[in-house]
């Protein structure tokens, strides 16, 4: 087996085979002529020609404890029939986590059609998106306004919109940084995706990407703000398409999002969640140097085991004290607390409850007085992601 980069005149390859494993057709002659120019990474039988698996690296920018740190989505896992259960998808993640150091990789997140399958690399379920399903005669309680403007490619618009997502982003693990106004359209109309930046004298403070969907619903895909009066205000400039539509449905929202509290909740509102992405630590020292810590002083040691990343496995020594942390590893060692790396992932990340740290999976505590100092370091704090990839 060789492990490769693909070349930017192998995308027919790439694209045969996600055809393949994603159930979509493919004209392969057709696509020879074709470039690649996303990060390929393929696994190539002995004749270094023959395509068996492959993956796609997508470097990102993602929001940990309001720093911005370097983070590498996978995406297009697959492989043919005839070479599954030959080790190719392992040693692809083993090219990716040996990639890691040089790239800068910290983080690592990907869209999964199986938990249980990516908990073999490390990964866990971070969070799951909630939903909202809200009559508009729900809304009545807050006031219209006009306040709002659609955006059409404007250059200070865009501006303002990048101002307001990363200032949400910013108090919220996992979310990426944006650079650029890729994820709101410039032609509303023919794409269907309106973007309304929402001012509050003449500064830029929450936005609404909405699109039209079926059974009278108005679809927000995003809903941006940056304090309580800018999601009333965004909120209350949706209600002026009450006339038009007869309810709001809002797919990605954070774990115990303020927007329920704004709303009128009753029987009439429905609410659900689903899979949201997997994540997992890369360089686990450094991202424990990034956590916010309590402003007491302290001190925890923790030891991770079991990951796919063996150089990581070892004990962590956290001392804290004013908000920061000093990180010592250690190949081995005593320990307060042993932990999975998928669990310790979930746990970093923010998305455990105090009350539930003695339920996580693979977790054995040796000194039980050390868990309220692991809640202190590590609290449940909020997460989002809008992009998928």
């Known amino acids: 087996m060789i492990i490769r980069k693909l070349r930017s005149d192998e995308a027919y390859k790439a694209k045969m085979l996600m055809g393949c494993a ?19 990474i393929g696994a190539f039988c002995d004749d270094n020609e023959t395509l068996m698996a492959q993956l796609v690296v997508k470097p990102y920018k993602s929001f940990f404890c309001g720093n911005t740190v370097d983070a590498v989505g996978i995406a297009g896992v697959s ?17 990716v986590f040996n990639m890691a150091p040089q790239r800068g990789w910290l983080v690592s997140y990907l869209y999964p059609f199986s938990y249980r399958y990516y908990r073999k690399y490390g990964y866990e379920a971070l969070f799951k998106h909630k939903t909202l399903t809200v009559p508009f005669d729900m809304l009545t309680h807050i006031d219209r306004n006009s306040s709002a403007v659609l955006y059409t490619g404007q250059p200070e618009i865009k501006k303002g919109l990048l101002q307001v997502y990363n200032a949400y982003a910013a108090g919220r693990n996992v979310c990426f940084y944006r650079t650029d106004a890729g994820a709101y359209s410039d032609n509303p109309v023919k794409s269907q995706r309106y973007t309304y930046l929402w001012n509050k004298d003449n500064v830029p403070k929450a936005y609404a990407t909405v699109k039209p969907s079926q059974d009278s619903t108005l679809e927000v895909i995003e809903l941006v703000y940056t304090d309580v009066e800018s999601l009333y205000g965004i909120l209350g400039f ?6 038009q539509f007869k309810k709001m449905y809002i797919p990605i929202l954070e774990y115990d999002s303020p927007a329920e509290y704004l709303l009128d909740s009753d029987r009439n509102i429905g609410s659900g969640c689903y899979d949201g992405v997997q994540g997992r630590i890369i360089d686990i020292k450094t991202v424990l140097e990034l956590n916010k810590y ?17 150089r990581n496995n070892g004990i962590y ?16 060692g005593d320990y307060d607390i042993a932990v999975t790396v998928q669990s ?9 409850s105090g009350y539930a740290l003695p339920y996580l999976n693979g977790i054995e505590v040796k ?3 050390k868990l309220k100092t692991l809640a202190e370091c590590f609290p449940r704090r909020a997460l989002n992601l809008f992009e998928r990839f």
């Open 367 to 369: 000194c039980g007085e």
């Open 79 to 95: 492989t043919y029939p005839e070479y599954r259960r030959n080790g190719c998808i392992k040693a692809l993640f083993n090219e």
């Open 238 to 243: 949706l209600r002026l398409y009450d006339g």
């Open 294 to 310: 309590p402003e007491g002083k302290g001190n925890v040691r923790i030891k991770v085991y079991g990951d796919f990343i063996s």
């Open 22 to 40: 994603f159930n979509y057709s493919v004209d392969g002659e057709a696509e020879r002529t074709s470039s690649f120019e996303e990060e390929g």
């Open 317 to 332: 020594d956290i001392s804290f004290e004013g908000g920061k942390g000093r990180v010592v590893f250690e190949k081995e």
């Open 344 to 352: 310790f992932s979930r746990l970093v990340f923010g998305d455990v």
